[in-house]
C-alpha cells in the first residue's frame, strides 16, 4: 500500500524546480479517507525563499480539504533514504499525529517507515496558542 504513496512523490519530484541545488524532492500526504495530495521542491534565486516538497504538498493538502494524516512519503533523486528538514519536520507535525507514519524512499521505494513521533521528539506543540 506505502508503494503507491511512494509513486506519487516520486512523480512529483519529476516537476521540481530546483535549479540550484539540482536536488529534486517529492513529497506526498494521504488522508484517513483515501486522498492523496503531493508536492516538490521549489526554488528562488533568493536561495533562502525557496521552499521543500513537504511544505508544497501540504498546501495541496489544506487547499484539498484537510483532515486526518494517515501516511506520509518523502523521495529525492539524489539521496537514498532523504528525511525531512526540521522546518518540514515541525509543519508535518502541524497536521500529522505522532502515530502518522512516514515512508522514507529512495529510488525503489520505500526503505523506511518512521512514526511521525519519532521523526520529531518533543516539538513544539501550539495547543496553548488556541
Ligand atoms: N528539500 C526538500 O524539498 N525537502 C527536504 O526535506 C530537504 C530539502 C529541498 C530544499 C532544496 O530545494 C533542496 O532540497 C536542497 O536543500
Not at 503531493?38 to 525557496?50: H, L, Q
Request: contains cysteine.
Amino acid at each position: 500500500m506505502s508503494h503507491d504513496l511512494f509513486l506519487a512523490a516520486k512523480a512529483a519530484m519529476a516537476n521540481a524546480y530546483a535549479p540550484y541545488s539540482k536536488f529534486p524532492v517529492g513529497a506526498a500526504i494521504r488522508t484517513t479517507d483515501g486522498r492523496v495530495f503531493s508536492g516538490c521542491n521549489i526554488e528562488v534565486a533568493s536561495y533562502p525563499e525557496g521552499w521543500c516538497a513537504e511544505t508544497t504538498a501540504l498546501g495541496h493538502y489544506i487547499m484539498g480539504g484537510g483532515g486526518e494524516i494517515a501516511e506520509i512519503a518523502v523521495v529525492a533523486e539524489r539521496m537514498a533514504r532523504i528525511t525531512p528538514c526540521g522546518a518540514c519536520r515541525q509543519r508535518l507535525a502541524e497536521f500529522a499525529g505522532a502515530d502518522a507514519k512516514l515512508h522514507l524512499c529512495d529510488d525503489a521505494g520505500v526503505v523506511e517507515t518512521v512514526t511521525m513521533g519519532a521523526m520529531l521528539p518533543y516539538g513544539f506543540e501550539g495547543g496553548i496558542l488556541k
